[in-house]
């Protein structure tokens, strides 16, 4: 069987001009379908250049990286974007929410551009704000909610496009912890429907949720355990 996300000899180098940053050396890993992934690692170690490349919005240096068997390291930019609208749902540390747009419009937006029609998304909105307990709020704007609410918003928008992987950059890294443990809650239901889901965190109770705990050093994988089944 081949791996969902398939990535071998990876590098990514960025030129700066002055100076060349090896963000990423030579790394190698797979993750299968229905997998929940911790990537660790101290600042700068390459965590978030590695989910920019599995969620195609980056290209490797050098290396090989395949997504459901398509080979993503040999693709144009064109061809990138068209995959990662399909594929991936993205949610980030600060939320992304378009200011002074209803919870509503936030959510229809990837729908807008996926050219799914009024009624259909409309309908898909509503359903995916109540998965993420946010029904009563949909026409509240970003500025007239919590962060943890706003990360739940965040997260229906990822799922708008009923993505095969959701990557989660540092999702918890502005909440408290009774918001964070709402947000991890909500990843670990998706996972059990089948979702794919991979999660940047620096705190080792957001990795608890998780299978497998990923651990980079200066662009270097040091560590893939999975956890124990409790
Ligand atoms: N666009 C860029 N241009 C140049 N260097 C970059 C760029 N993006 C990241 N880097 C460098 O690449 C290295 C890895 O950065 P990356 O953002 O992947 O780290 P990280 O593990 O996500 O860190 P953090 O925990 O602080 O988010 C760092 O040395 C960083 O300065
Ligand atoms: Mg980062």
Do not use: W
């Not at 299978?211 to 994988?221: L, N, V, W």
């Amino acid at each position: 069987m081949s791996s969902m996300i398939r990535i071998e000899d990876l590098s990514k180098v960025y030129d700066t001009g002055a100076v060349q940053v090896h963000a990423l050396r030579n790394v190698s890993l797979s993750i299968e379908k229905g997998d929940f992934v911790a990537i660790m690692g101290q600042s700068g170690s390459g965590k978030s250049t590695l989910m920019n490349i599995i969620g195609c919005l980056d290209r490797p240096t050098k290396g090989l990286y395949q997504l459901d068997g398509m080979t993503i390291s040999e693709m144009e930019s064109s061809e990138l974007s068209s995959i990662r609208n399909k594929k991936i749902g993205f949610v980030f540390q600060s939320f992304n929410l378009i200011p002074r747009t209803s919870s509503l419009k936030n959510v229809e937006l990837p729908m807008i551009y996926a050219k799914i029609g009024k009624k259909e998304r409309r309908e898909r909105a509503i359903e995916l704000l109540e998965k993420v307990g946010l029904g009563e709020r949909l026409h509240h704007m970003p500025n007239e909610i919590s962060g943890g609410q706003k990360q739940r918003i965040a997260i229906a928008r990822a799922l708008a496009n009923k993505p095969a992987i959701i990557l989660a950059d540092e999702p918890t890294g502005n909440l408290d912890t009774s918001s964070s443990e709402e947000i991890m809650n909500i990843f670990t239901e998706l996972n059990k429907e089948g979702a794919t889901v991979i999660v940047v965190t620096h705190e080792d109770s957001i990795a608890e949720y998780t299978k497998r705990i990923i651990r980079f050093r200066d662009g270097q994988m040091i560590e893939d355990r999975r956890r124990e089944a409790e």
